[in-house]
């Protein structure tokens, strides 16, 4: 199957929740320093769960589509229930082989969303 399949050029072109949040109780950002792409995820809580999430940055296709995709499956979801997500969960969703490189592209959204939950939480992020 082609790297860029359909789904991910959908998400590419037409990205869900692309933009900030004018005052979001979570912000983290991050970087992929070997291909230049950036991440900021934004979340807005209602008690514990995530009321709006929004995505800004730079980036491949990959990069960007995973990150659409993510804040889509988080929607609605505790912030709990957000650090029982797996890598596994987003490379499915993707539907594609990665690369070693091409998988530190999809999974930066991931890493962004997990380290600014455990910073809010105050609890320490474990590595898969």
């Known amino acids: 199957m082609d790297i860029y399949a359909e789904n991910i050029l959908e998400h590419y072109r037409n990205p869900q929740n692309f933009g900030k949040i004018a ?10 320093p070997l291909c230049g792409d950036e991440i900021e995820i934004q979340i807005l809580l209602n008690g514990d769960r995530i009321k709006d999430i929004k995505f800004d940055g730079k980036g491949c296709a990959i990069s960007q589509a995973a990150a659409s995709m993510l804040t889509e499956m988080v929607k609605g979801k505790s912030l709990r229930d957000v650090l029982g997500i797996e890598k596994k969960n987003i490379l499915e ?36």
């Open 23 to 32: 005052k979001p109780d979570i912000s983290f950002r991050d970087t992929n």
């Open 93 to 128: 969703e993707l539907g594609v082989q990665l690369s070693a490189v091409r998988l530190k592209c999809a999974l930066l959204a991931y890493k962004a969303l997990k380290a600014g939950v455990c910073t809010h939480l105050h609890v320490e992020m474990r590595e898969e």
